[in-house]
C-alpha cells in the first residue's frame, strides 16, 4: 500500500507540565485493525484522543489519509468528521433518544435533511442489531446497549478509521460479550480500527497488529498472534502474564 | 370577621392587587432571565475583563439589600436624570437583583454538564456553536429549571416589597385594607392568597419538570 492511513511521528503530549507520550510512532495502513495494549495511565487514552485533536500533541505530526493535522477549526471538523471515536464511558447525549444521537453528526456535518439521517441511522444500528433501541434514551439501557449506540454513533459518518478506547473495560463481565460480538462484526466490514482494549481473545482473533504501550513509549509491536503469544520485551511478557491472570480469576 | 363583609368588601379590594403582584412577578422575572443569561454567558465565555464586569454586578446586587436597591431606583436615580414610577422602578430593581441570581444558577448548570459531553461533541466534528446548542443548553436548561422556579416563587413574595414604594400590589392592598378596618387578622387572608399562587406555580413546574426530564436521569442518579 502507498501510503498509510493514519501516520503518527515523534507524538508528544501531557498535561500541565507533566510529559506523558514521549515520541510515539504508529501507523495503520487502510483496512489493517490494531489493537493498543498497556498498563494503566501508560498514556493509551491520551494516544487515542491526540488524533482528533481532542487532545492537544505537544509535538509531532500526526497524518489521516494524508492530511496533517493541525488546530485549525476547518481542518479539524473534516477530519473528525472521518473520524469514529468511541469512549470508555460511551458518553452519549442522554437527552437524545439512540437514533438522535447517531443520526446528529449527519445532519450537522453532512447536513442531510433530518428523515434521511435517520434513515441512514437506523440502517446501521439495525445492522449492529439494536434497531429496537432507536427510540430509547441512553440513561434507559443497559451500559452494553450504551456502548452499541455509542459506536452505531461513530459509525454513522461512515468514518475512515475507527478509534476506540477501552470500549468494554466499564461493563460489568456479563455485559461485556455484547459488545465485543458488535466490535467483531465491525471488524469484520474491514473497516480500519484503533482500538484499546485488554480483551485478548479479541485481539488474537480479530487484530492484524498489537502495539504494548508503557511509560508513554512503544515498546514492542508485531504481528498480532506473534506478540500475544511469543513477546520478544520482559514488559510486555510480564504484562500479558498479570492480564491473563486477570482474565482468568474475572472468569471463575 | 363578618362573611359578608369580608366576601364583598375585604377579599375584593385585596384581590385588585393580584393582578398587579403577579405582572411585578412576571415582567422582573423576564427581566433577570434575559439579564441573567447575558450575564451567565460572560462569565462563562466572556474575555477576563468582561466575566470580572458580570462577576461584580452579581456580587454588588446579591450582596446588598433588595429593599435599599429599590429606594436607590425610585428615589435616588432621578437625581441622575432617570425618573421612573413606582410600578416601572420596583421592575427594573426586583429584575436587576434577580438577574443576579438566575445568572448564577444558569452558570451552574451550564458547568455542571461533564466535560465528556465537550469531547463528544467534539469528536463528531461538531462546532463550538452546534455543541452548545445542541449539546450543552438542552441540558443545562432541564438542570436549572428547578433552581428557576423556586427564583419566580421566590419573586413572587419579594414584589410585596414594592409596596414601600406605593405599588398598590396585594400587600399595598393588604396593608391599606388593616389601617381602614383596624383587623390584622387581614394580614393571615394575603399570607393565604400569596400561598395561593406559590403552591400551584411550583406544583406546575413539577410536572412541567417531569415532562422534560431525560427518560432515565432519576434512575441513574440514585
Ligand atoms: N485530563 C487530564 N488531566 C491531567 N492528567 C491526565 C488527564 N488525563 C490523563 N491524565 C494523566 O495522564 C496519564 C496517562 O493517562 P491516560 O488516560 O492516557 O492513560 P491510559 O493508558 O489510558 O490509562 P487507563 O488504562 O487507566 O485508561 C495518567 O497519569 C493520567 O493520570
Ligand atoms: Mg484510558
Known amino acids: 500500500m502507498s501510503e498509510p492511513l493514519l501516520l503518527i511521528d515523534g507524538l508528544k503530549a501531557g498535561y500541565g507540565s507533566v510529559e506523558v507520550l514521549r515520541g510515539v510512532h504508529l501507523s495503520v495502513d487502510k483496512g489493517e485493525k490494531v489493537v493498543i495494549l498497556g498498563p494503566s495511565g501508560s498514556g493509551k487514552s491520551t494516544l487515542l484522543k491526540c488524533i482528533p485533536y481532542l487532545v492537544r500533541p505537544w509535538s509531532g505530526e500526526i497524518r489521516v489519509d494524508g492530511e496533517l493535522v493541525n488546530s485549525d477549526p476547518s481542518t479539524l471538523r473534516r477530519i473528525r468528521s472521518s473520524i469514529g471515536f468511541v469512549f470508555q464511558q460511551y458518553n452519549l447525549f442522554p437527552h437524545m433518544t439512540s437514533i438522535r444521537n447517531v443520526a446528529l453528526s449527519l445532519e450537522l456535518n453532512r447536513r442531510l435533511p433530518r428523515q434521511e439521517s435517520e434513515k441512514i441511522a437506523y440502517s446501521v444500528m439495525s445492522m449492529l442489531g439494536i434497531g429496537e433501541l432507536a427510540g430509547k434514551y441512553p440513561l434507559e439501557l443497559s451500559g452494553g446497549q450504551q456502548q452499541r449506540v455509542a459506536i452505531a454513533r461513530a459509525l454513522a459518518i461512515d468514518p475512515k478509521l475507527l478509534l476506540l478506547d477501552e470500549p468494554t473495560s466499564a461493563l460489568d463481565p456479563e455485559l461485556r460479550y455484547e459488545v465485543v460480538e458488535t466490535l467483531y462484526q465491525v471488524a469484520k466490514q474491514g473497516r480500519s480500527m484503533l482500538i484499546v482494549t485488554h480483551e485478548v481473545d479479541f485481539a488474537e482473533a480479530a487484530a492484524d497488529r498489537v502495539v504494548f504501550i508503557d511509560e508513554g513509549v512503544i515498546v514492542e509491536e508485531g504481528d498480532a498472534r506473534e506478540v500475544l503469544e511469543r513477546p520478544r520485551k520482559e514488559r510486555t511478557e510480564r504484562f500479558l502474564k498479570r492480564l491473563r491472570s486477570k482474565v482468568g480469576n474475572a472468569a471463575t | ?222
Open chain 2, 1 to 222: 370577621m363578618d362573611l359578608n363583609r369580608f366576601l364583598f368588601e375585604i377579599l375584593p379590594y385585596l384581590a385588585e392587587g393580584i393582578p398587579v403582584t403577579l405582572q411585578l412577578t412576571v415582567l422582573s422575572f423576564a427581566l433577570g432571565l434575559a439579564l441573567g443569561s447575558l450575564l451567565a454567558a460572560a462569565r462563562v465565555f466572556g474575555s477576563a475583563p468582561l466575566s470580572v464586569v458580570a462577576r461584580s454586578y452579581i456580587e454588588f446586587f446579591r450582596g446588598t439589600p433588595l429593599l435599599v436597591q429599590i429606594f436607590f431606583i425610585y428615589f435616588g436615580l432621578p437625581a441622575l436624570g432617570v425618573k421612573l414610577d413606582a410600578f416601572t422602578a420596583s421592575i427594573v430593581a426586583i429584575g436587576l437583583n434577580s438577574a443576579s441570581y438566575q445568572a448564577e444558577l444558569l452558570r451552574s448548570a451550564i458547568k455542571s454538564i461533564p466535560e465528556e459531553q465537550y469531547l463528544a461533541a467534539e469528536s463528531l466534528g461538531m462546532s463550538t456553536l452546534q455543541t452548545y446548542r445542541h449539546i450543552i443548553f438542552p441540558q443545562a436548561i432541564r438542570v436549572a429549571t428547578p433552581a428557576l422556579v423556586n427564583e419566580f416563587v421566590a419573586l413572587v413574595k419579594y414584589t410585596s416589597l414594592a409596596s414601600i414604594i406605593g405599588v398598590a400590589e396585594l400587600f399595598r392592598k393588604t396593608e391599606y385594607m388593616v389601617s381602614y378596618t383596624f383587623m390584622p387578622e387581614i394580614y393571615l387572608v394575603a399570607a393565604a392568597i400569596y400561598l395561593a399562587i406559590c403552591l400551584p406555580t411550583s406544583q406546575f413546574a413539577k410536572t412541567l419538570e417531569s415532562k422534560y426530564a431525560i427518560p432515565g436521569f432519576k434512575r441513574a442518579l440514585i
